[in-house]
């Protein structure tokens, strides 16, 4: 089956730097990739999301870039805030199976 | 409209017990999927049901099953519960069209002693 793998594992910035989390995945049938943020003791809630038809997608200070040859996409925060501290998971998912395969999680700390 | 609900928010149960978990998902959405979350180990598929069937089953062993009712309402059973299943228990539901966004509950923190 499909195995995410996701890095760092923890990442502290100032605030106002950027932080980049990447992911690999292996099955080059996945096709769909969404990004969630979990604050402590609450539900993960989706940020981002990208097709395998489209490169890089960009919403405010969050974007996602995706090499489908590489298989490998990665979440960039830009002009990062306290707020934005949390963990974020990856995940991919293959259309024909309706299954999603999370990476482990990276908890992402902004100092102010 | 409303979000996915999980009851109950919090148990404790002993080792050798048994637990049912429920779910109900967002108001037309006919896929509902369980997620184990441990701390280190992200979250791990457990299963998918849609329209009352099983679709996707995840590398669990035997004692987690689930069933999804008429109204898409789910419920995960978790027998002979063992120390290593203390963990949040997530659900998440869809329209369960291909590619569509999941949309998680709070969550169960279920407690083994």
């Known amino acids: 089956g499909e195995n995410v793998e996701q890095h760092p594992s923890t990442l502290s910035v100032q605030e106002g730097d950027s932080a980049v989390i990447k992911c690999t995945y292996s099955d080059s049938a996945s096709n769909y990739f969404p990004w969630y943020k979990q604050e402590l003791g609450k539900r993960p809630q989706l940020i981002i999301d990208?097709?395998?038809?489209?490169g890089e997608k960009k919403d405010q200070r969050i974007a996602v870039t995706l090499n489908k040859t590489a298989k490998h996409f990665s979440l960039h925060i830009t002009e990062t805030q306290p707020e934005d501290s949390a963990v974020y998971f990856c995940a991919a998912s293959i259309n024909s199976r309706n299954q999603f395969y999370f990476g482990t999680g990276t908890s992402l700390t902004v100092i102010p | 409209k409303a979000g996915v609900t999980q009851t109950p928010r919090y148990l404790i149960k002993t080792r050798g017990q048994q637990v049912t978990l429920s779910c109900s998902p967002i108001s037309g959405h006919r896929s509902v999927s369980w997620y184990q979350q441990t701390p280190g180990q992200g979250l791990q598929f457990l299963f998918e049901?849609?329209?009352?069937?099983?679709?996707n089953k995840g590398n669990f062993p035997g004692r987690f099953s689930g069933r999804q009712f008429s109204n898409s309402r789910s419920e995960m059973n978790v027998s002979t519960l063992e120390l290593g299943d203390s963990a949040l228990y997530l659900c998440?539901?869809?329209?369960?069209?291909?590619?569509?966004?999941?949309?998680f509950g709070p969550g169960t923190r279920l407690t083994v002693l």
């Open positions: 049901y849609f329209s009352e069937t099983q679709r």
């Open positions: 998440a539901s869809r329209t369960g069209e291909l590619g569509n966004e999941q949309f």
């Open positions: 990208i097709r395998s038809n489209v």
